[in-house]
């Protein structure tokens, strides 16, 4: 399926900036090993591969538009060490004249390719890295050679059924060990189709698939790169293989009737949690074949909209970021030494070896420097950054850039590990795990996507935008009822739940996952896994209405549990039920009729006029009664008062009048919310 696209001429800003004409050098090299079987990198464990799928590759794009000249090389790799690519950088540019700051190179991130680096059980392979290395320095050389006028042009389209979020959120009575021996896991990756055990996703998708096209002055196709956030999709057996990336490439460039000597290259975009299954739906099956083709049809598509100038003012910032790692204390690093002392040659057997050794690599390297890199291409930006970046990263700086349109390249420049956010740390999981693949502070995402943002506004001379909430039916409806106090929980980061009226903002409480999908197409939710909201300041009185848009994320075979959906002091809305049986609304000793069907939204609304109760089930009352008014408290949004329990799901909106709606009020803004809501 081809999704929206959107085309972008470019256009040279800065009065200082005289256009001269763009020109671009392009070139190819192969990198595959000339020895076989060979041990590639990829898995918790080294494994060996006995052929070659297709060749390794690693491809160079080199602009120059009068004033500055920037080099971009994409590698068939899972990733490479920093050490390494300065290296590389610093022979290039002693050949090219290129600064070693105006050259970018990533890995493509493919599972399927001999080491470059040291990455839990597999040890780099120095021969293979000294091939590589040659190579690298020849692309660089080659690229800058092959100078010639050209042209640029740049598209973008939506391809949403191609990636997933890959990492998901397990019950709370499934939690699982770490390597350590200690129950932290909440969240892990690859939860398996429709797995009872997992509730959804951590975090939300980056669809956008990001053309960047080179042309000649008469049309001859002279480069392509493309960017698209997906993480591999993996071959059967032992074989070394460029994954997706590398067969995408060369079907496209067969798909535009490119020249032999022009190059396709695909980069990764910001996939750490991304992967092409669809965890919530049953099994389909897929292979390199069959994903590249698909993919290769939809940047035809967008291709073919491209719009193309021969002129365009580049710019490039370079910024290092120094970071510490989460180093172990003095009691884990005691149990490394300890199984370390144990594992026959050093070589790990399964993951607690492997992390044993992990522990011993961060003790003796604490600190680790980053190379952020901003790229400028007229009115698109290209950020890049050397780590496995999650996909709510990659849409902050989209949606905050002061660019028209941009995209990031990840694992460039060095492979420092993932980045999750700092709020998914306290769910746990493989991409918390202490590593040198996932090592770094709790703040890193935060510092680094602030870095990056801070230079895409000097680069653009102009200060990024603010993420606004989306335009919905429901949000509308809302709006012209006029609350007292209104919490959309769509935030991005941070731990601040924006009051949008009332000056009455809630605060985030660990166990929370952002920007998941709302009720409706482009709303945003924050997940509750343990978490909550807590609002100080916020007093109901003895008349009030309080709606809700909920979404219950445990089903009946869950354990016996209570989950509120909100409490002030004794007021409290909650989902009661038992192990097998559906759940039902609760407030006080007043209980609902209706069964709350799990993992779906309602709408939820509880009038108070004094003594009478009514409470609403998505527009329909489902509770009358009378109950005084009790002594208010603080407002908690997912949790029971003491905390003693909260909500397992997702909260879209929660809105306050400080006065009693009517039924027709109420039953309005649930009919309004249920036409457009998303199944």
């Not at 980056?206 to 480069?223: H, I, K, N």
């Not at 939204?601 to 489902?622: P, Q």
């Not at 002594?631 to 909500?647: I, K, M, N, R």
């Amino acid at each position: 399926m081809v999704g929206r696209i959107v085309a972008f001429a470019w256009l040279a800003s800065g009065a200082a900036w005289a256009a001269e004409g763009l020109r671009a050098g392009v070139h190819e090299v192969d990198i595959s090993p000339e020895r076989l079987p060979i041990i590639v990198s990829g898995g918790f464990l080294a494994r060996s591969c006995e052929r070659l799928e297709a060749p390794l590759k690693a491809r160079a794009l080199v602009l120059d538009d009068g004033r500055l000249r920037l080099a971009i090389a994409i590698v068939d790799t899972l990733m490479m060490p920093r050490e390494l690519l300065d290296e590389v950088k610093a022979r290039a540019s002693r050949a090219t004249g290129i600064p070693p700051e105006r050259m970018l190179i990533a890995a493509t991130h493919t599972h399927s390719a001999p080491p470059l680096m040291g990455a839990l059980g597999t040890d780099p392979n120095p021969e293979y890295a000294a091939r590589v290395r040659e190579r690298l320095v020849h692309l660089l050389e080659q690229g800058a050679a092959r100078l010639l006028p050209a042209r640029i042009g740049w598209a973008a389209v939506d391809a949403p059924e191609y990636t997933h979020c890959r990492q998901w959120i397990l019950r709370p009575d499934k939690i699982r060990q770490d390597p350590f021996g200690e129950p932290t896991v909440r969240a892990n990756m690859h939860p398996g189709y429709q797995n009872p055990e997992f509730i959804g996703p951590t975090g939300p998708v980056d669809p956008e698939l990001s053309l960047v096209a080179v042309q000649s002055p008469g049309g001859e196709p002279l480069a392509v790169l493309a960017n698209y956030s997906m993480h591999y999709v993996g071959v059967p057996g032992p074989l070394v293989s460029p994954d997706y990336f590398g067969h995408f490439s060369e079907k496209l460039k067969r798909r535009i009737g490119a020249p032999e000597s022009s190059v396709v290259m695909m980069s990764q975009g910001t996939s750490g949690d991304l992967h092409w299954m669809d965890y919530a739906r049953p099994k389909r099956e897929m292979n390199l074949d069959t994903y590249s083709e698909a993919l290769a049809g939809i940047a035809l598509e967008a291709y073919r909209k491209i719009r193309y100038r021969e002129s365009v003012e580049l710019g490039m910032l370079e910024e290092r970021l120094t970071l510490r790692r989460r180093t172990p204390d003095a009691r884990r690093l005691a149990w490394a030494r300890e199984l370390f002392a144990k594992i026959p040659e050093g070589k790990p057997r399964n993951q607690p070896e492997v992390y044993a050794r992990e522990q011993i690599y961060l003790h003796e390297e604490p600190v680790r420097e980053l190379k952020l890199q901003v790229i400028k291409l007229g009115d698109l930006a290209i950020a890049a950054i050397p780590n496995e970046v999650f996909a709510i990263t990659g849409l902050k700086i989209k949606r905050h850039s002061p660019f028209a349109r941009t995209f990031t390249i990840e694992l460039a420049n060095g492979a420092e590990g993932y980045i999750p956010p700092p709020e998914l740390f306290p769910l746990g999981g493989y991409t918390t795990w202490p590593a040198r693949t996932a090592a770094l502070e709790t703040e890193a995402e935060t510092r680094i996507a602030e870095t990056v943002m801070g230079m895409l506004e000097r680069l653009a001379g102009k200060a990024r935008r603010p993420i606004a909430e989306p335009r919905t039916s429901y949000a509308d409806a809302l709006r012209r009822s006029r609350p007292t106090a209104w919490w959309r929980f769509g935030e991005i980061s941070g731990t601040k739940a924006r009051d949008q009226v009332g000056g009455r903002d809630g605060v985030y409480q660990t166990g929370y996952a952002l920007y998941l999908d709302g009720a409706e197409t482009g709303a945003r939710a924050v997940h509750l896994a343990g978490g909550y909201v807590r609002v100080t300041g916020a007093r109901l009185g003895e008349k009030y209405t309080v709606e809700l848009v909920f979404w219950n994320g445990l089903d009946n075979d869950a354990r016996a549990v209570t989950g509120y959906l909100w409490s002030a002091g004794s007021e409290a809305l909650g989902i009661q039920g038992a192990s097998g049986q559906p759940g039902r609304l609760f407030f006080g000793r007043l209980v609902g009729r209706t069964a709350i069907a799990p993992r779906s939204w309602n709408h939820v609304a509880v009038v108070r006029d004094g003594a009478r109760l009514s409470l609403y089930l998505n527009g329909t009352e489902e509770i009358r009664g009378e109950a005084p008014p009790a002594p208010g408290g603080e407002l908690l949004f997912g949790a029971a008062a003491d905390q003693s329990a909260t909500l397992e799901g997702k909260l879209d909106e929660a809105v306050f009048f400080d006065r009693p709606l009517s039924a027709a009020q109420i039953r309005h803004h649930a009919d309004t919310l249920r036409s457009r809501a998303v199944p």
